[in-house]
């Protein structure tokens, strides 16, 4: 099959193609045998030739008649897929044809492994097909981070007025930081280096925080300041999504992967001087987006990005600027816009709890990373302001996502054991929200799972104090409620039981003491006899004060 630059594949194809020609069937279904033979004997050098410039087309062809094709579903068209719907997009200049040669490849074996052979490909050919996919993206990689003028090219479409010219290189920008993760391209940091010290997270900034302009006169002011984004208003034909909310994800996306790629130099730019001076507008904007925006998408990529950012690097890294600007400044401002909620609760407002609730849960998620990275500065801050007691009315918001970060939240103070944290908790009645979702955790199954997991928790920690007050607050639930028939209910019942029957044990050793005897004779007395033990007469006489002299003479 590979002798000769595989002349036997080709032959076999061209002979697919007079077989289409006459409209013979039969033959076309022995070469669909054939070729899937030939795909499954697992060997890179035919997948090469089989899915290069020449053959690829063919092959798919031969793939359209596949018989196990239900009936009903309509003829797999392929090769109009690929050549008429699918479009290389080449948005950097890449003059390299082997860099380009790969990176068709890569399309074709993925075509292939995802649509085209997807029902009957072979596990052993699927890794084979992963395998290559991979390498070829690493060599590709590799090409770009070299390539400087690739930078130059990138930054100058960003800059671009055009909407539709920034959508595309901020994609571009998009794919390579995610190809990035999986592979350890030597020189990937001084790429994104290279990027952020040409003002990248400047342009990126001015993308997120874009509002579009009212009427003629603002869009006039915004292109005298310097930045426009024409037709902001287009929709996206694949995505079905505005363009430029498109942009602004992608915009998020990049600084994030900037950050997690070269933290050290992401964290300089956000806490340099002029952002010292101006008391840090740049992480307050990120603040106000994660708290105030509707873009889901955009505030899923800012919380992503404050995780990346609050991960420490080293030990060192756990007294940085950033964190303690962020957990004195920053993490308060989360707070009491979670506290803020609770008058929309009040007053039942429908439509402000539905925008805030997805702002509310990646809060309390993020909350709940800090408290696993952070344990000291979190113990601090409820020490000092206990605001998870004014966050216990968000066990009551109407959706199901909120009571779970809650209880989630919670679960995770209490994997903290410290027992001055345990006690606040139970003095202040945390406990009790707790207790409530228990006695309703029959109506869902969902809460079921997370209250189970804090009972289960809280049996192996074997946390007396706590136990105790489950049980005296609620004992009929674990007796004979919904919670006794799981073993995690059953288990804390048990151990209150233990817990009773050793205090009860203590209080009878305490109480079965004997008192010592009276004027027990010392053991000189006993060696004496009983002739040098005084008696009860005597006694008194010595004890005597008016006959102490005369009866000790005596």
């Known amino acids: ?49 089989l899915l290069s410039d020449s053959c690829y087309s063919e092959l798919f062809g031969v793939l359209e008649y596949d018989p196990d094709i239900s009936i009903l579903m309509a003829k797999n068209k392929y090769r109009s897929f690929i050549k008429e719907k699918s479009r290389f997009v080449n948005t950097v200049n890449i003059e390299n044809p082997n860099i380009l040669c790969k990176i068709r490849l890569n399309y074709r074996l993925i075509f292939l492994k995802d649509t085209a052979a997807a029902r009957w490909m072979e596990e052993n050919t699927f890794e084979t097909v992963l395998a290559m996919i991979a390498n ?12 400087k003028s690739s930078v130059l090219e990138l930054l100058n479409k960003i800059k671009s007025p055009d909407i539709d010219v920034k959508l595309s290189a901020l994609s571009f920008l998009i794919d390579i930081c995610n190809n990035s993760k999986q592979y350890q391209v030597d020189s990937k940091e001084s790429f994104f280096t290279s990027l952020l ?33 024409i ?74 990005m404050f995780r990346v950012l609050l991960e420490p690097i080293d030990i060192k890294d756990h007294k940085s600027d950033f964190i303690d600007i962020f957990y004195n400044k920053m993490l308060p401002k989360l707070v009491t816009f979670l506290v803020g909620v609770k008058k929309d609760l009040i007053s039942h407002n429908k439509s402000e709890l539905e925008r805030k609730d997805f702002s509310i849960f990646l809060i309390l998620d993020l909350i709940t990373f800090c408290t696993k990275v952070h344990p000291q500065k979190i113990k601090a801050m409820i020490l000092l302001f206990n605001f998870p007691g004014e966050l216990t009315f968000l066990y009551q918001f109407p959706k199901k996502h909120i009571k779970l970060a809650m209880v989630r939240l919670f679960r995770t103070f209490l994997s ?44 192996k920690d074997s946390n007396r104090e706590i136990i105790v007050f489950l049980m005296e607050n609620c004992k009929t639930l674990f007796e004979d409620g919904y919670v006794s028939i799981y073993k995690e209910g059953y ?64």
């Open 1 to 49: 099959c590979i002798k000769d630059g595989g002349a036997y594949v080709k032959g076999l194809l061209k002979t697919f193609t007079e077989a289409e020609g006459t409209s013979s069937n039969e033959n076309i279904t022995f070469l669909l045998y054939i070729f899937k033979g030939i795909i499954g004997l697992n060997k890179q050098s035919l997948l090469e030739i």
């Open 136 to 147: 070829n993206h690493e060599k590709i990689m590799e090409y770009i981070f070299e390539n």
């Open 197 to 229: 010290e040409s003002n990248l997270f400047e342009h990126l900034g001015q993308i997120i925080v874009y509002i579009p302009p009212v009427n003629a006169e603002e869009s006039k002011h915004k292109k005298e300041k310097g930045f426009q984004i």
């Open 231 to 304: 037709g902001w208003d287009k929709q996206h034909e694949e995505y079905g999504a505005n363009k430029l909310d498109l942009l602004k994800i992608y915009a998020a996306g990049i600084m994030t992967s900037c950050m997690q790629f070269i933290p050290i130099r992401g964290k300089e730019l956000l806490l340099n001087e002029e952002e010292k001076k101006s008391n840090y507008p740049s992480l307050t904007t990120l603040i106000t987006l994660l708290t105030n925006c509707t873009l889901e998408g955009l505030q899923s990529e800012i919380n992503e």
């Open 416 to 459: 903290l054991k410290d027992d001055g944290l345990n006690h606040l908790f139970l003095k202040n009645g945390l406990f009790l929200p707790i207790i409530q979702l228990l006695k309703d955790m029959e109506r869902d199954n969902v809460l079921s799972s997370a209250l189970l997991e804090i009972l289960d928790f809280i049996g």
């Open 491 to 554: 288990a804390i019942k048990l151990l209150y039981e233990k817990i009773i029957e050793e205090k009860s044990k203590k209080k009878s050793e305490l109480f079965s003491i004997k008192k010592p005897l009276i004027n027990y004779p010392l053991d000189d007395d006993m060696d004496k006899g009983p002739e040098s033990n005084p008696t009860h007469e005597e006694e008194k006489k010595i004890q005597s004060p008016a006959t102490g002299a005369k009866s000790l003479s005596t």
